[in-house]
């Protein structure tokens, strides 16, 4: 799957908004494909969201035209890391103050309880994925920049599934099968 990104990456005329990136059809596209693979239901973000996930990307190494031109030109490596990330860090417990799905939260407007992801939560899924395989000596200490208070796991953990979606990718496959890691717990009884 190739996606190009509909956003226009002027850098000489305009500088890129959070808004430019969340509101690219492509990139809702992924997000709400993802979010159904996932079975949560996606919530449009609102300003608190898109401030967070703008200061999210402020205190990284990286800025929205590299996420966005990193989106487009490895769409298919970061759509294996994403499903394979969820699918193993749902399985893991790294301990009640830490949620490595990340942005499964209450939908706020409604007042009701429902689970669900919050729009822009690929953003937090591409700076894990960006931060593995072009600055891995860097991800835990960015991971802990987060008040993660597993980061350490949580890092070697995502340096894992890089490492496994690489392979996959490598051999032609598909993230559809049970990942190895989840196997692998189960056979240890961990």
């Known amino acids: 799957m190739r996606v190009g990104i509909a956003i226009s ?25 993802l979010s159904e693979q996932f079975g949560l239901e996606r919530f449009v973000g609102d300003s608190i969201v898109r401030d967070l996930l703008q200061k999210e990307i402020e205190d990284s190494r990286f800025n929205l035209e590299q996420l966005a031109i990193y989106f487009a030109r490895r ?9 394979e990330w969820y699918r193993d860090a749902s399985g893991t417990d790294y301990g009640e103050e830490f949620d490595p799905v990340e942005g499964d939260q209450q939908d706020r407007r409604t007042g009701r309880e429902v689970i669900g992801i919050s729009e822009g939560f690929t ?22 920049t987060r008040r993660i208070p ?15 979606t690489a392979k996959i990718a490598e051999q032609g496959g598909d993230c559809d099968a049970p990942p190895r890691s989840s196997m692998r717990r189960q056979s240890t009884g961990n």
């Open 123 to 144: 953003i937090s899924y591409l700076l894990l994925f960006l931060y593995g395989t072009e600055y891995p000596r860097e991800l835990e200490g960015w991971i802990r």
């Open 150 to 164: 597993a980061a350490s796991h949580v890092a070697r953990d995502v340096r894992r599934v890089i490492r496994e």
């Open 75 to 83: 769409t298919e490596h970061f759509d294996r890391f994403a499903r």
């Open 9 to 33: 990456l002027t850098f000489g005329r305009k500088s890129m908004h959070i808004a430019d990136l969340l509101d690219d059809d492509h990139f809702t596209q992924f997000e709400e494909r």
